[in-house]
Nanobody
Framework: QVQLVESGGGLVQAGGSLRLSCAASGTILSINAMGWYRQAPGEQRDLVATLYSGGRTIYADSVKGRFTISRDNAKNTVYLQMNSLKPEDTAVYYC?????????WGQGTQVTVSS
């Protein structure tokens, strides 16, 4: 079994920064990818950023140049550095890990950006 625990969400003013963390624990053989999704009220859950084991990254167009995804392999932890935050970034942010052939989700962390 694999558990993902997110942290780092909160309330910030527009233009500010936050860093989210997601630590994976449990039976982990090979992490193929880790990433972040977000879901605003009444909206679908959308990809924010993904980091593959080979180093390839994918970002949503709306966050390119502002958000950076990184990973500490020794800690099985993925980070999302969010700069120049905007009110439209307000959402619950979810971590996802693809381990082997299975996908795992964290419980989500709220990010609120005030104008």
């Amino acid at each position: 079994q694999v558990q993902l625990v997110e942290s780092g969400g909160g309330l910030v003013q527009a233009g500010g920064s936050l860093r989210l963390s997601c630590a994976a624990s449990g039976t982990i053989l090979s992490i193929n990818a880790m990433g972040w999704y977000r879901q605003a009220p009444g909206e679908q859950r959308d990809l924010v950023a993904t980091l593959y084991s080979g180093g390839r990254t994918i970002y949503a167009d709306s966050v390119k140049g502002r958000f950076t995804i990184s990973r500490d392999n020794a800690k099985n932890t993925v980070y999302l550095q969010m700069n120049s935050l905007k009110p439209e970034d307000t959402a619950v942010y979810y971590c996802k890990a693809v381990i082997g052939w299975s996908g795992y989700w964290g419980q989500g962390t709220q990010v609120t950006v005030s104008s």
